[in-house]
């Protein structure tokens, strides 16, 4: 079983930073993709951001520029700083891992969420 926690939401004002967390807990071979997807009730789910074990990134081109996602595989831990915040930005943001359970078997797992908002 894996455990994925968040931390690090809150309120923000429009143009300032929030940096969130993902921690990943369990027994596993290892995490090979962690992600960021937020969602709003007029939008849905979607990817914000995404870091491969190897350290290759993609992001959605709403938040290029002034999103950052980085991970520490040592501390099976994944971060998204974010910059340049707008009331757009808001929503519950969820950390998604694809973790190596086994040899040839992967899961994806979730976190529970964390809600940012960006108000003035």
């Known amino acids: 079983q894996v455990q994925l926690v968040e931390s690090g939401g809150g309120l923000a004002q429009p143009g300032g930073s929030l940096s969130l967390s993902c921690a990943a807990s369990?027994?596993?071979?290892?995490?090979?993709?962690m992600s960021w997807y937020r969602e709003t009730p007029g939008k849905g789910r979607e990817l914000v951001a995404l870091?491969?074990?190897?350290?290759?990134?993609n992001y959605a081109d709403s938040v290029k520029g002034r999103f950052t996602i980085s991970r520490d595989n040592a501390k099976n831990t994944a971060y998204l700083q974010m910059n340049s915040l707008k009331p757009e930005d808001t929503a519950i943001y969820y950390c998604?891992?694809?973790?190596?359970?086994?040899?040839?078997?992967?899961?994806?797992?979730w976190g529970g969420g964390t809600l940012v908002t960006v108000s003035s």
């Open positions: 870091i491969t074990q190897g350290g290759y990134t």
């Open positions: 369990g027994t596993f071979l290892s995490i090979n993709v």
């Open positions: 998604n891992a694809d973790v190596s359970i086994r040899v040839s078997e992967s899961l994806e797992y």
